[in-house]
């Protein structure tokens, strides 16, 4: 089994930052595919973010390109979205995602927060 634990959330300004952390813990050395994603009350989840554990390949959305950043600590075990020039849009729960295979996710976390205030 695998656990992910997310943190970071709250509420921040309209152009403002955050870091979202994913805690990775149990059976994580084969989970080789991380992911951020997001949902809105009423709303499907949606695709955010992702990397390649082993090798660092990251993709985004192209709603949050050019201002969040996925990136991975091997010594934590945590992989993390730093999130800059928010907008009120980007309020919603974030959710963090892991799988064995690239982009296919089998294993997600409790989610977190996030409110951005205009």
């Known amino acids: 089994q695998v656990q992910l634990v997310e943190s970071g959330g709250g509420l921040v300004q309209a152009g403002g930052s955050l870091r979202l952390s994913c805690a990775r813990s149990?059976?994580?050395?084969?989970?080789?595919?991380m992911g951020w994603f997001r949902q809105a009350p009423g709303k499907e989840r949606e695709f955010v973010a992702t990397?390649?554990?082993?090798?660092?390949?990251?993709d985004y959305a192209d709603s949050v390109k050019g201002r969040f950043t996925i990136s991975r600590d091997n010594a934590e075990n945590t992989v993390y979205l730093q999130m800059n020039s928010m907008k009120p849009e980007d309020t919603v729960v974030y959710y963090c995602?892991?799988?064995?295979?690239?982009?296919?996710?089998?294993?997600w976390g409790q989610g977190t927060q996030v409110t951005v205030s205009s």
């Open positions: 995602a892991a799988g064995r295979r690239w982009r296919q996710f089998e294993y």
């Open positions: 990397i390649r554990w082993s090798v660092g390949i990251r």
């Open positions: 149990g059976l994580t050395s084969s989970m080789d595919s």
